[in-house]
């Protein structure tokens, strides 16, 4: 949320992303697998357009957090979906990028650093609210412990319920729907 990064450092990790995809993309043309190159240019496409949905919500601080939460090395990677193509998302920007980074915080303390730890997290429309699905995977410690702090965590902060979906010892899903602010 708040890393005070140069814009040069910014670009560094910006150029080695780009650099990886072009290594791959190259890699499969030179081994003659060019099903395979098509395959990551069309991943490039479709996150690029996914990025470009999350830009257009117009919650800057998310936007910034989400997309370079997997830039440092965590128990935990995170990936995500916009599912609508909306704009000018009327939430409190700073509070939710701020619940977020803590419920990251809380989920890495919460699983095995051993395992493959993944958190999926879908943000779509539904009628006026907007609502983010998260999906958990990995080896999660004390989940019963982790459902107590998400739901006393969004009941104080944002006056709403969390239902939960699924909750095992490798899984745990569950949804999180907020109300636009008040313009």
């Not at 708040?2 to 791959?24: G, S």
């Not at 090395?73 to 619940?99: A, C, G, M």
């Not at 890495?108 to 650093?113: G, N, S, T």
Request: aromatic content about 10%; some cysteine.
């Amino acid at each position: 949320m708040n890393n005070d990064w140069t814009l040069l450092e910014v670009l560094k990790y910006v150029r080695h992303d780009w650099m990886n995809r072009i290594q791959l993309i190259k890699g499969n043309l030179d081994l003659g697998h060019t099903e395979n190159a098509k395959r990551v240019i069309d991943e490039i496409i479709l996150n690029s357009r996914q990025e470009t949905r999350l830009t257009n919500l117009n919650l800057p601080c998310l936007a910034e957090w989400i997309m370079t939460y997997n830039w440092r090395s965590r128990q935990l990677t995170l990936e995500y979906e916009i599912l609508d193509d909306y704009r000018n998302v009327s939430l409190n920007d700073q509070l939710i990028t701020k619940w977020m980074c803590t419920l990251c915080q809380e989920i890495e303390k919460r699983v095995d650093p051993r395992g493959e730890n993944h958190l999926f997290l879908s943000i779509q429309e539904r009628g006026k609210a907007h609502c983010f699905f998260f999906d958990l995977s990995g080896i999660i410690k004390d989940s019963h412990e982790l459902e107590r702090w998400i739901e006393q965590s969004v009941k104080s902060l944002f006056e709403t319920e969390v239902e939960f979906i699924e909750s095992t010892d490798e899984n745990l899903q569950f949804q999180v729907c907020f109300s636009p602010m008040e313009r």
